[in-house]
Structure formats: C-alpha cells, structure tokens
C-alpha cells in the first residue's frame, strides 16, 4: 500500500491547491521543505511534461518516496502559443505573479475581446521509487480578460476568463476552481493511478 507521497514544488499556493485535490486519498502527504537534503530542480525543460518529470523524480529519487509534480503552461493564440512553458517567467527571474499577467495584458492591449482566446496546460509527473513514472495532462480554455478580476488564486487567474461562468479563476472560490480547472483535471488522473497503485499493491499483499 501508499502510505505517503511527497509534493514535489516549494510554490506555497500551488501546494495548497494539489494538497486540496488529493487530500481524500486517504495517503500522507508531505512537501518537499520537509527533506533538506532535496536540491533545487531547475525547470530547464522544453515543454510542461519535461519539467514535471524532472521535478517528480529527482524527488523520488532524492527521498526515496513517491513523488508527484506538475507544470502549468498558458498559450495564448494571438501571442503565437506564447508564454507556453515560460509562463512562470514570462517577465522575467524572480518577478511577482502581477508583473507576469501585467506583461501579459500589455501584449494584448488593443486585441478585440474574440481574439483573446487561450488555454492552461497542465501536466502532472507521478514517479515511484521503483523509478517508474506515469503522466497526466488537463487542459481548461477561455480568454484573456481586457483587465483583472478576483482576489482570489494566484499566476494568471485574476485575468483568466472562464466564458461559460462569466468570471475569471480568480472570482471562483477555491472548490469552484477546483471543479473545473486545468490543474484539477490533471489531478483526477494522478488520483486515478494512484488508486490502481493502491488497488495492485493491496492485491499483492
């Protein structure tokens, strides 16, 4: 059997959420802070799925546990796919969640609200000490809102507009995003192996 898994990000928000999502598993869950000895990962990879599975297991193997990560990426249509998986940087190293959706909102300055369309890509990496790694993916679509809305979330949620709601993700309460976001689709599938690993490991003891 699971018995805990560790999250394999040191983003205080993001934790918050992926611990939400898997919190009824019935597993332990632990955060990467808890292990000094686990280095930084530097998230060099060229797309969402290589990050991930570079963070997830680089944790595995640093703690000798389960690991899950996950990267999110936001392309946007009019921008060419951009930010993509530079999202997180896409102002720059060390910049606030503002300065990014700010960046943003500048490039689509003057583009009509039918153009603005965009979509959060995210892929969640799940690797077993046994050095095997299962992949998710989740998607969710909408547009880029003319200005920000919402206190709520963090990254690109106060400008990130859910058409069929009428509200950004940043409006939405916590359990509202997480019915219906892209993070929270990904995570539905990592609940899913984790409950076939559970399910195998039981029927082997």
């Keep these: 059997m699971i018995r805990e898994l560790v999250l394999a990000t040191r983003n205080r928000d993001k934790r918050e959420e992926l611990a939400a999502l898997l919190s009824d598993l019935g597993i332990g869950i632990r955060t990467v802070d808890e292990f000094p000895n686990v280095p930084d990962v530097i998230e060099d990879g060229q797309t969402c799925e290589a990050n991930a599975i570079k963070k997830a297991t680089a944790v595995s193997r640093a703690t000798g546990l389960l690991a899950v990560a996950d990267d999110t990426g936001l392309e946007v249509d009019e921008l060419g796919g951009q930010p993509g998986v530079y999202a997180a940087r896409y102002a720059g190293e060390h910049v606030t969640y503002e300065d ?81 976001s892209h993070r929270a689709k990904a995570f539905a599938q990592v609940r899913e192996i984790l409950s076939r690993q559970k399910v195998l490991s039981s029927e082997k003891g």
């Design 100 to 180: 990014n959706w700010r960046k943003l909102l500048r490039e689509l300055s003057g583009v009509p609200h039918e153009r603005r369309r965009a979509r959060f890509i995210t892929v969640a990496a799940v690797a077993f000490p046994s050095g095997d790694v299962q992949v998710a993916q989740g998607q969710l679509r909408g547009l880029i809102a003319d200005e920000p809305a919402g206190a709520r979330g963090f990254g690109y949620d106060p400008v990130f507009l859910v058409p069929e709601l009428g509200k950004t993700l940043a409006e939405l309460s916590p359990e509202e995003k997480n019915r219906i």
